[in-house]
């Protein structure tokens, strides 16, 4: 029976001042995270009237996310995240359900 991905649900609250910086960190680091070998889908949303940004990914495997946080551009971001951010980031990891 083939692996099933590895799906990721993040919700990032910067604090108002940061909200920008936050986007457009992320933003930059989109293209290089969708060449990642194990990345199959890596996508911003926003919520503006909760000024929270969400990203949708989707990882051949968790070794393969694990390979993405090891990143520099990745390393970067967390790094500003310190700074920059209300709540930590809400990370839920998640697998498509199956029919039996």
């Excluded at 990345?39 to 909760?50: A, M, P, R, T, V």
């Excluded at 000024?51 to 989707?58: Q, S």
């Excluded at 971001?77 to 930590?88: D, G, H, M, Q």
């Amino acid at each position: 029976m083939p692996q099933s991905s590895l799906f990721v649900f993040a919700k990032i609250s910067p604090k108002d001042e940061h909200f920008e910086k936050a986007k457009k960190a992320i933003i930059n680091i989109l293209p290089q995270t969708r060449q990642e070998p194990g990345c199959i889908q890596f996508e911003l949303h926003e919520n503006e009237h909760e000024k929270a940004l969400f990203l949708y990914e989707e990882w051949e495997s968790e070794s393969a996310l694990e390979e993405h946080y090891q990143q520099p551009y990745t390393a970067e971001v967390f790094e500003a995240y310190k700074e920059w951010l209300a709540v930590p980031v809400d990370i839920e990891k998640m697998k498509k359900c199956t029919s039996a």
